[in-house]
């Protein structure tokens, strides 16, 4: 949403806030009111993990839980104030984030499911059952609730109260996650080898939505606890985790406004259904049954795929001149040999696609690495990413040995690389996918993101027109704002490239950029892998396309069956019986 | 050392329950990569269906208590057997409402659309047989059984019987059978199994059938022992999700022995402590997956870039 | 007579026109053999004749009958065996297993058991290991499995795609010999290779294949003595 736009909303939202005492509510529509902020509040975090980070959680009322026993425990049995117990609610929260992520970060799918139920029900059982801590179902009496000079909050201050906390959430949320701390979290999601590929760690991202959304979620659990005055066992249960999960996903995960969306309607559903409790479970039901399969987005989804229809925004223009990776004078030209293959071996069961390889590649040379189908290529490349760990042999980089490293630190060492089967980003920008490129070199720190410091905006502007000018260098410009995945095929195969450069790698590794492209592209093609060189780039890379093999690499490595059978200058590669064997088959049975 | 035997016998039945529908978990998840998280609500018709036929039999109304006489093992094994028919035919309805949609869409979609036919399911449940249980008495009456001076329930002595021999029935018939090896080429290969002449989505409905039914089976064998209600699902059904994925989702074998481990420590904690018992078991849970993410003995997965 | 034929063939994946009309015939008794480089859109002929890619245009006749947009499991029935790029085999599954797998279709017990003796005797190495898990074979021999996986099905057309890939040289002249047999025995075969000079050898027919179109065509002799053929291959 335009910044315009976003800070009338906002003033909207306050100058609404602001006018509640004169809407004649009684107490059950400030009730509503304020259950519709923690109901965001919650799901504001947990959105960043589902609908950015890409990980289900059905545990999350544990960490509600976190956060409201301590707001309890820490005013009635530490004595500390309300105002410190809040913090100390949301310090606890971020602990026991780190504490779920860190079974949670190692499993997907089905395992990751029953990490976070197994998660909640731990601590279920624990507040019922350990009653001389938690006091079980009998509960917390009297929890302190924040005062502001000395006057004791109402039912309008509450209100008030969860809507200032909803909107700095909001506008730290926002601010995080336009810059590289969103992107990452959405390359996590969306295509997590490409994600490594360029540097991001895995783990680290996910332990970190998993972080944020405990912490919301503990804050929201925390002024539960301390508007009711009281907390007992009953609050936190399955059913909790699920509803949590349904305001984010019915909402729209993914959305920055999708868990609000997903909070007053659901807040209001809630409240209108009570009285027909069986009415009220079945809507539930019926919810998570249907709305995914007819809104795969969401409210949010839906709605923005209405606005689309009418509006269309330019986007801003930076205000910087930016800088191409591609124009950069090209340092002094390295020389020697920058990677060193020895012995790599690999195999599944009984197929071994890398035999005993070994050779190097030359710092400033365009090499090509060709061979048949099935001859073992990509694992070749997916070993020297670190997307594949090898069973033998030693890779080094720079006198560097990378075996044993994850790809996100190969990554960082200056390997860089595409993949046979496009693995772009989609559902972002072409400019998106280029900063995602240059995430190594966006330099912000964590704390600058959330609040928007003007030192981060500063070099996101760097960083997004020097991502404009590499767009622009290879003729993707026009396109920087519209959806990977909505460019033609052979853009998209350029967009690659271009994402791979924008981490300024030493050693880029091409596999297959001329799969699925026409004369005229790969022809192009040719003459950005000349204009790669030129920059100072060392290039690897995987072709079929022997024409443009022959015409840009200086040196050819052959793999048949998994074994390198011949290396050399291109005109003498193709004349070697070997190679032409390889390729066409044995001329024995010809004759035959 | 009586009350270790006693425990003992009540975790075997207990994790026979949970060895069957995790069973089921393993053979849907290995041709389609998904399972019913909502399974727990299949337990419910599976006692109340069969337990309410008995009733309308003995000439009662659909809901009530029956008594010992009413419950003979020919009642029972009727009663069975519609459960099984009728939880497994559920099951279709399962595959075109929740599943099939999502399936091989990636994302944890199904998931959440399992859960919601579940939730339906049970309040379906909860409209037919109200919020009562009802005390279902075990064929094999309620008199305790001595066994080496400890006391054993019979149902539960009928519970790991039927158990184990649906299992290795099962077991046998995934690896023997032309049914069996074809679930088992869907499940490796979905394209290969087309090639050969295999029509995957039968399969695929099939896989949904047996795992239905078998929650059905589960649901009427318990009964006895934790009275007919619309609520027994949840937590049974949970731990055999665990068990499932503590011995391996990918593997038949793995989620019968992750049952039997799961409701054996879970006897022998609560022996000791029993507030202790859902604790020490997810904990034992998030422990096994850290170590061994794909399970005791799942597969591990490689992943093709 | 004429039993496979095709006219027009497109097939689309997402943004990429994989195939752009394609249009071929294979006559009974005949080994035709289509070869082209990497990513010429061999396989993806293959799997739309086999019911496994959705076919965008055009049209695919079999035996005289339209069978475009049929799915994988009615191709069999309707005697199309298909060895797939990649082999495929089952690899959790005992060699014995895959083979009955192969038969799935069959209802005649007796006929199987004879096929399965049969093609362990051209097998010889498959019989030896027939208890063994296919997972466990070497790449040859899950591609001697594949093929006799897929002529268990009794097909009247067999698919061979791509049986070459990945294979060491001497393990390549096997499958070829195997090919020939087949050949000599009457089978209808349509070959998928990237390994030109062989698969020419062996077939009647043969089409070039490159980025989705068909660029030449003739008898596997005459394409053989063609000098574009290698340059479809190795660059002008």
């Not at chain 1, 305001?247 to 027909?276: C, E, K, M, N, Q």
């Not at chain 3, 067999?158 to 070829?176: K, M, N, T, W, Y």
Request: hydrophobic residues 50%; contains cysteine; neutral net charge.
């Amino acid at each position: 949403m335009p910044a315009l736009a976003h800070a009338i909303g906002v003033a909207v939202l306050v100058a609404a806030l602001a006018l509640v005492p004169y809407l004649g509510f009684n107490d059950f529509y400030l009730q509503i009111l304020f259950t519709i902020g923690v109901n965001y509040l919650a799901a504001a975090g947990l959105n960043v993990l589902v609908g950015y980070a890409g990980q289900k959680s059905l545990g999350h009322a544990g960490l509600f839980a976190v956060g409201a026993y301590i707001a309890a425990i820490a005013n009635i049995e530490w004595g500390l104030s309300p105002w410190l117990s809040l913090v100390l609610a949301c310090g606890f929260g971020a602990i026991f984030g780190l504490v779920i992520a860190m079974p949670s970060v190692r499993v997907s799918g089905p395992s990751l499911a029953m990490v976070t139920i197994g998660f909640g029900i731990v601590v279920e059982k624990i507040a019922t059952e350990w009653t001389d801590i938690f006091k079980g179902q009998a509960g917390f009496y009297g929890i302190g609730a924040p005062s502001i000079a000395g006057t004791s909050f109402t039912n309008l201050h509450w209100v008030w109260f969860v809507g200032a906390l909803c909107i700095a959430t909001h506008l730290m949320l926002r601010s995080l996650l336009a810059g590289r701390y969103g992107r990452a979290f959405l390359a996590v999601q969306m295509a997590e080898p490409a994600a490594q590929s360029v540097g991001i760690s895995v783990v680290r991202a996910k332990t970190l939505a998993f972080v944020i959304s405990a912490v919301t979620c503990a804050l929201a659990g925390a002024v539960v606890a301390q508007q009711n005055q009281y907390f007992n066992s009953d609050f936190i249960t399955f059913n909790l985790s699920i509803f949590l999960l349904v305001v984010v996903i019915f909402g729209g995960s993914g959305s920055l406004y999708g868990p609000l969306f997903g909070a007053v309607i659901l807040t209001l559903l809630d409240a209108w259904l009570a009285r027909w409790p069986a009415l009220q479970h079945f809507t539930y039901g019926a919810l998570l049954l249907f709305s995914l399969y007819l809104m795969p987005n969401g409210i949010a989804g839906a709605v923005s795929g209405l606005a689309a229809r009418w509006r269309r925004t330019a986007p801003a223009l930076p205000d910087v001149v930016g800088r191409s990776v591609l124009s950069a004078a090209s340092a002094a030209p390295a020389s020697g040999e920058i990677l060193i293959v020895k012995d790599l071996y690999k195999a599944y069961g009984g197929i071994v696609p890398v035999r005993n390889v070994s050779f190097a590649i030359t710092a400033g040379k365009v090499h090509a690495l060709i061979g048949p189908n099935g001859a073992g290529k990509t694992t070749l490349l997916n070993l020297l990413s670190g997307h594949v760990a090898p069973d033998g042999g030693s890779i080094r980089f720079e006198g560097r040995e990378t075996v044993g490293f994850p790809a996100h630190r190969v990554a960082g060492l200056g390997i860089a690389r595409t993949f046979q089967n496009l693995k772009l980003f989609g559902d972002l920008s072409a400019l998106d996918n280029v900063l995602l490129g240059a995430h190594l070199h966006i330099e912000t720190g964590f704390a600058a993101a959330l609040l928007g410091l003007p030192s981060s905006r500063q070099v996101e502007a760097r960083a997004r027109a020097d991502a404009l000018a590499l767009l622009a260098d290879l003729g993707l410009g026009e396109r920087a704002h519209e959806p990977a995945k909505s460019l033609p095929y052979g853009l998209q195969r350029r967009l690659e490239i271009a994402r791979a450069l924008a981490s300024q790698p030493k050693l880029l590794l091409l596999d297959e950029p001329a799969a699925g492209l026409n004369p005229q592209e790969t022809h192009e093609l040719g003459e950005v892998i000349r204009r790669i060189q030129q920059a100072g780039v060392t290039v690897l890379l995987i072709e079929h396309h022997m024409d443009l093999v022959m015409g840009i690499s200086q040196h050819v490595l052959v793999l048949d069956y998994g074994a390198l059978i011949a290396e050399g200058r291109p005109e003498a590669i193709r004349r070697d019986p070997k190679v032409v064997t390889a390729y066409l088959g044995a001329d024995e049975d010809v004759a035959a | 050392m009586t009350a270790f035997l006693q425990a003992l016998a009540s975790g075997l039945a207990l994790g026979a329950i949970y060895g069957l529908i995790a069973l089921g978990f393993n053979i849907t998840y290995a041709t389609t990569k998904t399972f019913n998280f909502g399974q727990g609500a299949f337990l419910v018709p599976g006692s109340l269906v069969g337990v309410s036929l008995l009733l309308l039999a003995a000439g009662k109304p659909h809901f009530g208590n029956l008594t010992q006489a009413e419950m003979t093992m020919s009642a029972y094994v009727l009663a069975t057997i519609a459960s099984v028919v009728v939880v497994g035919a559920i099951g279709i309805a399962l595959y075109y409402c929740a599943i099939k949609p999502f399936v091989g869409a990636g994302g944890l979609n199904w998931v959440l659309s399992t859960i919601g036919f579940g939730i339906i399911m049970q309040n379906t449940a909860l409209a037919i047989w109200g919020p009562a249980s009802i005390a279902v008495p075990s064929p094999l009456g309620s008199d305790v059984w001595r066994i080496a001076g400890a006391g054993i329930r019979p149902q539960e002595v009928l519970i790991a019987v039927v158990a184990v021999a649906v299992m290795v029935g099962l077991d046998i018939v995934l690896r023997k059978t032309r049914f069996g090896k074809a679930l088992r080429a869907v499940a490796f290969n979905p394209q290969a199994a087309a090639i050969v002449g295999i029509n995957v989505e039968t399969i695929v409905i099939l896989a949904f059938v047996i795992s239905s039914a078998l929650a059905g089976l589960a649901g009427i064998l318990i009964a006895p022992i934790t009275t007919a209600s619309v609520f027994i699902g949840l937590g049974v059904a949970l731990k055999a999700f665990s068990a499932a994925i503590v011995g391996g989702l990918t593997s038949p074998r793995g989620c019968m022995l992750g049952g039997f481990l799961l409701g054996v420590v879970e006897a022998l904690v609560g022996l000791w402590r029993a507030e202790m018992r859902e604790i020490t078991i997810f904990l034992l849970i998030i422990i096994v997956l850290v170590v061994r993410p794909s399970g005791l003995m799942g597969a591990r997965s490689v992943e093709k870039i | 007579m004429t039993m496979l034929a095709i006219e027009g063939l497109k097939v689309r994946y997402g943004a990429v026109e994989a195939l752009k009309g394609i249009s071929l015939s294979v006559g009974q008794g005949e080994v035709v053999t289509l070869i082209g480089g990497n990513g010429a859109g061999k396989s993806t002929l293959m799997r739309a004749i086999g019911g496994l890619a959705k076919v965008a245009a055009g049209s695919i006749r079999f035996e005289g009958r339209d069978v475009t947009g049929i799915k994988g499991h009615e191709c069999v029935r309707l005697g199309i065996g298909h060895s797939p790029e990649g082999r495929m085999v089952f690899g959790d599954q005992s060699v014995r297993d895959n083979l009955m797998l192969g038969a799935y279709a069959r209802r005649d017990e007796d006929g199987i058991a004879n096929d399965m003796e049969r093609y362990f005797g051209i097998f010889p190495r498959l019989a030896e290991r027939q208890d063994q898990l296919a997972g466990t074979l070497s790449g040859g021999e899950q591609q001697m499995l594949a093929i006799a996986r897929a002529l268990m099905s009794r097909p009247k057309l067999l698919l061979l795609d791509e049986p070459s890939l990945g294979l060491a040289p001497l393990i390549v002249r096997e499958v070829f010999s195997v090919i020939r047999r087949l050949r000599e025995e009457g089978m209808t075969i349509l070959l998928v290779e990237q390994m030109a000079n062989q698969a020419l050898a062996v077939a009647d027919r043969a089409y070039v294949i490159e980025t989705g179109t068909i660029t030449l065509e003739g008898t596997g002799a005459e394409l053989l003595r063609d000098e574009r053929v290698r340059s479809a291959y190795l660059g002008a």
